[in-house]
């Protein structure tokens, strides 16, 4: 197996292990490996060039919501209380993947559907939503067009909505 990372650094700080860092940058920190690589829109473009039938994004597909009751013992002022709980579970798909190729259209397309949409670059846009590939590449096409994305979690419901749509910088 081929390291990909070295030691570097003090070898004696107490309770700690030692930094490792990228062979490609054993001497000193970069910001970027390759010159022509300085965003996340470049890594895309780059990736998509010299890799681009190779597995770059996997999603599961939900095929099952499951739903068990069961019985859950608790303490309620000392005292065992017992009470039902429904728990829920996800049967999920084989994992579906996206090639680098696959992520670069998918990704340049979204951006110029926002441009379509009369946004521009530095516009921001708020994305609502549970993490996911589509997340991502939304977010992606977002950057492709420097734009910035807000996230809000579905998690937050309507007043953590409000909240993070109006207090966005």
């Known amino acids: 197996m081929t390291c990909v990372t070295l ?38 473009r780059y990736s998509a060039r010299v890799r681009p039938n190779l597995q770059a994004m996997g999603y599961r597909k939900v095929i099952k919501m499951i739903e068990e009751e069961k019985e859950v013992t ?23 993947w996206l090639s680098y190729r696959d992520v670069e259209v998918i990704t340049l397309s979204i951006g110029s559907g926002l441009i379509k949409l009369g946004l521009q670059p530095k516009a921001k846009i708020t994305v609502f939503g549970a993490t996911s590939a589509n997340w991502l590449l939304v977010a992606h096409g977002a950057f492709s067009q420097s734009m910035t994305i807000v996230t809000v979690y579905d998690t937050l419901g309507e007043e953590g909505l409000l909240h993070s749509m109006n207090e966005a910088e």
């Open 7 to 44: 030691e570097v650094g003090p070898t004696d700080v107490q309770g700690e292990t030692r930094v490792r860092r990228s062979v490609h940058s054993a001497t000193e920190l970069v910001s970027s490996v390759r010159d022509d690589i300085k965003t996340l829109y470049d890594i895309i």
């Open 74 to 96: 608790k303490m309620v002022g000392g005292e065992p209380v017992k009470e039902k709980k429904t728990w829920k579970y996800f049967k999920l798909s084989s994992y579906n």
